[in-house]
């Protein structure tokens, strides 16, 4: 049971490091949802096509990291609006499933393949363990380096990068690229979980992200938990609608949605 928990939990921990990397740097990376689903077509169709999971996985991330590393260059050259822009990626991406599921898969729907299947116990532990690795590397990043301390007070204080030489859009545009990272592995151990693409893999995750790290008080241990108890919450709804049958549906796909209000008020 607590493997199945903790497995359940790992993308969306890995989306809301994310979400940190990218808050911390002042730009706030609203293309997590749409970045999640597209790593997860993305790894299915790599997968297929080459018909290595190993090659799936690291080109789907070296792929959706530097898709998003462009696009932020060009956020910072063209001096855009970051809100603007991560939407606006946001979009693009989701776009981009159907149109490349047609033309690959002609389907737009959910995919499958006996070129894509994997040990269900296997993937549990690989996601726990890979999550507990970047969550260990995050920590050390924003903790021990000195560019992981550039990166914390780029969005509050980078008048003091400035005084110090360094240029406040190499931060925020490694920001983005850490939240791409993150995000695309998220993606990834989401689709290798059902051995499957399903549309719209996501689920809000990306969404669920972003309001996290400010329940978390942007602290990333903080996050963790916070995310532990959402999903939590979420992992035992389905249980506990077979014990309370009379409890209606619609409030029962709420319910994880109340745990995270009571951490709110908590705070």
Not at 7 to 18: G, M, T
Not at 206 to 224: E, M, Q, S
Not at 235 to 245: A, E, H, K, S, T
Request: aromatic share 12%.
């Amino acid at each position: 049971m607590t493997i199945d928990i903790l497995s359940f939990s790992c993308p969306l921990i890995l989306c809301s490091i994310a979400a940190l990397f990218s808050e911390y740097a002042g730009c706030l990376a609203l293309f997590i949802e749409g970045l999640v689903s597209f790593s997860a077509f993305l790894n299915f169709a790599i997968t297929v096509k080459t018909q290595n999971p190993v090659a799936g996985f690291l080109l789907t991330v070296i792929l959706a990291t530097l898709i998003i590393f462009v696009f932020a260059a060009l956020t910072e050259k063209l001096k855009a609006h970051k809100f603007i822009a991560g939407t606006a990626i946001n979009l693009l991406l989701s776009s981009l499933i159907s149109c490349l599921s047609t033309i690959f898969f002609k389907t737009r729907g959910v995919l499958t393949s006996p070129f894509y299947s994997f040990n269900i116990n296997h993937t549990k532990i690989f996601t726990v363990i890979l999550t507990a690795v970047l969550i260990a590397a995050a920590i050390v990043f924003l903790s021990k380096t000195r560019t992981g301390l550039y990166l914390r007070i780029t969005g509050s204080d980078s008048d003091v990068l400035i005084a110090k030489g360094v240029n406040p859009s190499v931060t925020r545009i490694l920001s983005w690229g850490l939240a791409a990272f993150y995000s695309s592995i998220a993606g990834i151990l989401l689709t290798i979980r059902l051995s499957s693409f399903v549309p719209n893999i996501s689920s809000g995750r990306g969404w669920v992200a972003l309001a996290a790290i400010f329940l978390g008080k942007k602290n990333l241990r903080k996050i963790v938990i916070a995310v532990l108890i959402f999903c939590c919450a979420d992992f035992f709804m389905p249980y506990l609608q077979n014990y309370i049958p009379e409890i209606p549906s619609s409030i029962m796909i709420s319910f994880p949605y109340f745990a995270a209000l009571l951490l709110i008020f908590a705070n």
